[in-house]
């Protein structure tokens, strides 16, 4: 994880959510109080954002400690232990919220991901996220898919070629849209393109397509794209892809299933903050 990049994003979240002052722990917590508290699981699930809360309270107030109890990654039951805290209660109270939207966040990825990863896995298929994320919260999310047991797509614009039905309308068809981004990568960039049918297959084939995306296919043209493909390409399925869905795609024959709802649409995992008394 990019600690210096996460500290720039934390300091800007605790500043959207303290401004000028919790005015609720300034007028309610005397100055000086010191507290302890514990950071625990409500529900089953796996771990993610330890250092992402740890880092909350460590730019807050440096002389609060953080013993983390679980890392990332670890199975969770309710009432499982994740953290504890000691210190100025001001601070520990002030960075609840922050500290807790990390975890509960990161934690919904990571739990979610895991469940799609297991139903993928036994067929040999790789489970990747999307660029589906919350603005400023992509290289989080990505880490989260990957302590969940998932895998990272593209992380933006910048490191792979995507090239979509949008793209494929523009440049005036799929050989065109092949031809052109050909002519524009290095020899170093993979070139994906989406398409709908076989003959969109055919097409990607001819222009050399590194990795050939079956969009919304039903598992029995997924099946025959992968027969047609015969390895000359990395094969990936996507579109409304979930735990009902997953199974029948992976056993398709692809090699990748991307699924946007494991960042854009998560339930937070239930974690809570119990705060001790003040010393």
Do not use: C
């Not at 991901?113 to 036994?122: E, V």
């Not at 969940?148 to 910048?158: D, I, P, T, V």
């Amino acid at each position: 994880m990019d600690i210096l990049g996460l500290d720039k994003k934390i300091a800007d979240w605790l500043q959207e959510d303290i401004g000028s002052g919790d005015i609720t722990t300034l007028a309610t917590v005397p100055a000086g109080a010191k507290t302890n508290a514990v950071i625990h699981a409500k529900e089953a699930g796996i771990l993610a954002g330890v250092e992402a809360a740890r880092r909350v309270f460590g730019l807050l107030d440096g002389e609060v400690e953080f013993a983390g109890v679980l890392a990332d990654g670890a199975k969770l039951a309710p009432g499982s232990v994740i953290a504890t805290l000691d210190g100025n209660a001001r601070s520990i109270l002030t960075g609840e919220r922050l500290a807790l939207n990390l975890l509960q966040h990161l934690s919904g990825v990571a739990t979610r991901t895991h469940k799609l990863a297991a139903i993928a896995a036994p067929y040999g298929a790789r489970l990747v996220d999307t660029r589906k994320t919350t603005p400023g919260m992509r290289l989080l999310d990505k880490y989260a898919v990957k302590v969940g047991g998932g895998a990272n797509h593209r992380l933006g614009l910048y490191d792979a070629m995507l090239i979509k039905d949008n793209h494929i309308k523009v440049a005036g068809g799929i050989r065109a849209a092949l031809e052109r981004a050909r002519a524009y990568a290095s020899h170093m960039t993979k070139i994906e393109i989406e398409v709908e049918d076989l003959a969109g297959v055919e097409e990607a084939l001819a222009g050399k397509a590194d990795v050939i995306m079956l969009d919304n296919m039903a598992p029995d043209m997924m099946a025959e794209a992968v027969r047609l493909i015969d390895h000359r390409a990395v094969v990936e399925a996507s579109g409304g892809i979930d735990e009902t869905t997953l199974a029948a795609a992976a056993e398709s024959g692809v090699d990748v299933i991307s699924v946007g709802a494991l960042t854009h649409s998560v339930k937070a995992l239930d974690i809570s903050m119990d705060i001790g008394r003040i010393k």
